[in-house]
Every structure is written in structure tokens, then in C-alpha cells.
């Protein structure tokens, strides 16, 4: 270590030491930035697409090699030998290159994001002839080897600008004032991560170049890159969170979409269904019929039990209105009636309702208390019992209903669809309130459907 130091320099050491460190942080930075790109191309991963994603890594790798060729040039410095020859030129041939690599890296981010995207025909070809005068340059940084234009060595390796070296280094300064001055004068037009990475990353490098006109030993380039590099991280992890806020919302409202188109599909099925089957002709029939089983109680009940399930059934199909808890409540009633004319003492019904003023969709409770006696307790000789509540909590209402059946029973294959179809229907329904979910709890002593509904969200009557 110490031969290396008296060797270099302590300036020259310094600036190694730095550059390692760098190296290992835009090592880090391009491995997230590799993998999140990744993740946005592998389809089995719910991943949020950043924009700039691609540019950025390509910029963070060109930075890690623009860094190694500088390593890789000064470490040999006077020092004698064929290897140490080589090394020096080649690293400080291709250190010339990614750094004009990184110049025209930004001038087509301007071509392609503002120019481009904004269809600014001019400022395409303004940035177009700026590209193509970075050619000279190049072909001067060609002949250096051999001409010593831009730099060359001495017989102990040690670096020196040539000539015509403050040509190419305005040439740098003043391409990257034209980025800025292009941010600056459409910067209502830019979206502002990518205002934020190319003010990031032609500012500070631009810092660098005027600190680096004077030679001292240290580049400031270098440091300067790397900076900018770290900045425009901190600036892509805070970028990357909001598209995931805002990506979530948006799923969130295509969902509520959805949830409201398949509703409205279900309603003009339902109105047709409704057309075909002539509900008020039932509903006359019916009460035709109790009228003439006066003498009879429990045939009177039924019927009426039975119309009264018809009608909650042809209201909630061919509208889509909120209904009172209790309403709802009723038709659950009326059902559970009617099938107690089939279970007898095999179906037993708790309540346990805390709280009834508030609103829900029509057919939201029924299907569920349904699915609890038909595919929860229904299958079992022995019947079971079936559990409703509600109340509050936490600003929320919970509805309950449990059955205490076995999650191990064995439906049919048309049983089990038919659960799922209702199961959907409801799910459906509480989506188009906006503030409402159901969950499903499956387990060895029965199944919990329960309905959480925010009160914030206009749950109230």
C-alpha cells in the first residue's frame, strides 16, 4: 500500500479510493435497477413498470465503467512495463469514449422524451446536428493514440493533456449547457422525474468539468458522476413509489369499474329474465292461492313467507337501489321460514343484531345466509345451526353469518358452482358500494361469510 501511494501520490490514492467506493454503491444500484426491470418483463410478477427504468441502468453501468477506466488508468502510473503500457492507454482510450458516450446518451433522452414525444420538429433537428458534430471529436480521439491530440504519456506512464485537449473539453461543456438550457426552456413539457434525473445529471458533472478545467491530479468528473448518480437513485426510489400508489389506485378503480359493468351486465340479464317470467302474474297467483288457505295457518304462513322471498328476489334483480339492514333482514326471514318447512328441528337460527340503521344492496345477505343452510349445514343428517350478527366496530359495520358445518364436506361439483355463483353475485354488489368487502373464512368447524362496510362511506340511512 504504501508502494502504490508514493508511487501515485496521495491525491491520485485518494481518488482511487473514492472511485472503489462509488464502484460498489452503482454496483448495488444496478443490480436493483436490473432487477425491477426484471420483474416489469416477467408476467408471473405483479410489478410496477417505472418509467426510465432501462436509461437510467444504462447510465449507472457507462458511470461504473467510466469510473474503472480511470482506476484502471491510474493505478499503473509511473510505473515501467509492458502491462502497465497497455493499461494506461487502453483505460484512458476508453475513458474518452463512455465519456462521450454519456454526452450523447443525453442528448437523445432529449430527442426521444421531449423532442420526440412532444413532436418538436426543430428540436429534434437542432439535437440531431449536435450529434452529428460530436463526430470530429471522436475521429480526433482516434488519431490520439498516435498523434497525442487529446493526451498522451511519458516514458513512466503518467498522464498528460495534449494540445488540443480543451477542444473536446468545451466541446462537453457546451453540449451539456444545451441540455439544460432545453430543460430549462420546456420544462412545463417534461414530465418531472426526467427533469429531475437531467438537471441532476448535467448540473453536477457540469460542476465537475469547470473544477476539472484546472488539473490538480483528482478528477472531478468522476466524483461529480457519481454524486449525480446517487442523487438521481434517491430521486428514481421515490419516483418508483408514487407509479405504485397511483398504479394501485388505478387498479383499484378498474376493479370498481369492472365490479360495475358485470353489475350492470347482471341487472340487463336480469331484466329480461324478468320480462319472460312475468313476476306480478306469480305474485297475483300466489296471493290467489293464500286467500283461499285462510283455514289453514301454516299453508297461509308459507305462501305468504314464499311471496314475500319471490318479491325481495324480483325487487333486487331489477333494481340496484340500497336497501334498510332491516329490510334485508325481513327477506332473510322469510326464507329461513320456508326452510324450516323442509329441515324442521335439523335448522336452528341464532341472531345476534347490535345494529340495524344503516343501508345495504338488495340480495346481499340473503344469498350468503342461503349458501350457510343449503352447502353449509344442508348436506348433514343432523342439521346445524346458523349464526347472524351485526354491529359495530371500529367505524365499520361487520356482518356475520356462520354456519357450523364442516369445511371438509363433500359438495357436488354443480353445489360448489352454484355456492360460487352467489358467493360472486354478492361480492358484486358490495364493490358497487365503494366502501364494502366480503370475506370468506373456511375452516373445520364451519364457514364465516362476513361483510365489512366503512361508515365514512355513506354505510348510514
Not at 435497477?33 to 408476467?43: H, P, Q
Not at 468545451?170 to 417534461?190: D, E, H, S
Not at 353449509?376 to 358445518?405: F, L, Q
Request: aromatic share 10%; proline share 3%.
Amino acid at each position: 500500500m504504501q508502494d502504490l501511494i508514493a508511487r501515485i501520490g496521495i491525491p491520485l490514492f485518494i481518488q482511487v479510493v473514492i472511485e472503489i467506493w462509488n464502484g460498489l454503491f452503482l454496483l448495488i444500484m444496478i443490480f436493483t435497477l436490473t432487477l425491477g426491470t426484471r420483474l416489469n418483463t416477467d408476467s408471473a410478477h405483479a410489478a410496477v413498470k417505472v418509467p426510465l427504468t432501462g436509461e437510467i441502468l444504462i447510465f449507472y453501468i457507462a458511470i461504473f465503467f467510466y469510473n474503472l477506466m480511470n482506476v484502471l488508468g491510474i493505478l499503473p502510473s509511473n510505473s515501467v512495463g509492458r502491462l502497465s503500457y497497455w493499461m494506461v492507454r487502453i483505460a484512458a482510450f476508453l475513458y474518452y469514449v463512455i465519456g462521450a458516450f454519456q454526452t450523447l446518451f443525453f442528448l437523445q433522452l432529449i430527442k426521444k422524451h421531449v423532442a420526440e414525444k412532444h413532436e418538436l420538429s426543430l428540436l429534434k433537428r437542432a439535437t440531431t446536428i449536435l450529434q452529428v458534430l460530436n463526430i470530429p471529436p471522436l475521429l480526433l480521439l482516434c488519431f490520439t493514440p498516435l498523434t497525442g491530440s487529446l493526451y498522451y504519456f511519458n516514458e513512466r506512464n503518467e498522464y498528460f493533456r495534449g494540445p488540443l485537449f480543451f477542444t473536446w473539453h468545451m466541446v462537453t461543456i457546451i453540449l451539456f449547457v444545451y441540455i439544460f438550457a432545453v430543460c430549462l426552456l420546456f420544462r412545463n413539457q417534461i414530465d418531472r422525474f426526467l427533469r429531475q434525473v437531467i438537471f441532476t445529471s448535467v448540473l453536477i458533472p457540469m460542476c465537475g468539468f469547470v473544477l476539472n478545467t484546472n488539473y490538480s491530479g483528482i478528477s472531478f468528473n468522476n466524483i461529480s458522476v457519481s454524486v449525480s448518480a446517487l442523487i438521481i437513485f434517491l430521486f428514481y426510489e421515490q419516483h418508483r413509489t408514487e407509479v405504485a400508489v397511483q398504479s394501485a389506485h388505478q387498479l383499484d378503480q378498474a376493479q370498481m369499474l369492472l365490479a360495475e359493468k358485470q353489475l350492470a351486465l347482471e341487472q340487463s340479464k336480469n331484466e329480461v329474465l324478468m320480462a319472460q317470467i312475468q313476476p306480478h302474474f306469480i305474485n297475483n297467483s300466489l296471493m290467489a292461492l293464500r286467500s283461499r288457505c285462510r283455514e289453514d295457518p301454516d299453508l297461509y304462513e308459507s305462501i305468504t313467507n314464499f311471496s314475500r322471498y319471490l318479491r325481495s328476489h324480483f325487487d333486487g334483480l331489477s333494481d340496484t337501489k340500497m336497501i334498510t339492514f332491516e329490510q334485508e333482514m325481513e327477506n332473510v326471514e322469510a326464507y329461513l321460514a320456508l326452510e324450516r318447512l323442509n329441515f324442521e328441528d335439523r335448522l336452528a337460527v341464532e341472531y345476534d343484531i347490535d345494529a340495524d340503521d344503516f343501508l345495504v344492496p338488495a340480495l346481499s345477505v340473503q344469498p350468503l345466509v342461503e349458501n350457510a343452510v343449503r352447502h353449509g349445514i344442508g348436506t348433514y343428517e343432523k342439521g346445524g345451526t346458523v349464526r347472524i350478527s351485526a354491529h359495530r366496530a371500529d367505524g365499520r359495520i361487520c356482518i356475520e353469518i356462520i354456519d357450523d358445518g364442516s369445511g371438509k364436506s363433500s359438495l357436488t361439483q354443480r353445489q360448489e358452482k352454484r355456492k360460487g355463483i352467489g358467493i360472486e353475485n354478492v361480492r358484486a354488489r358490495l364493490q358497487s358500494m365503494q366502501n364494502a368487502k366480503l370475506e370468506i373464512l373456511r375452516g373445520d368447524h364451519g364457514t364465516t361469510a362476513r361483510i365489512l362496510i366503512d361508515e365514512e362511506g355513506g354505510a348510514q340511512q
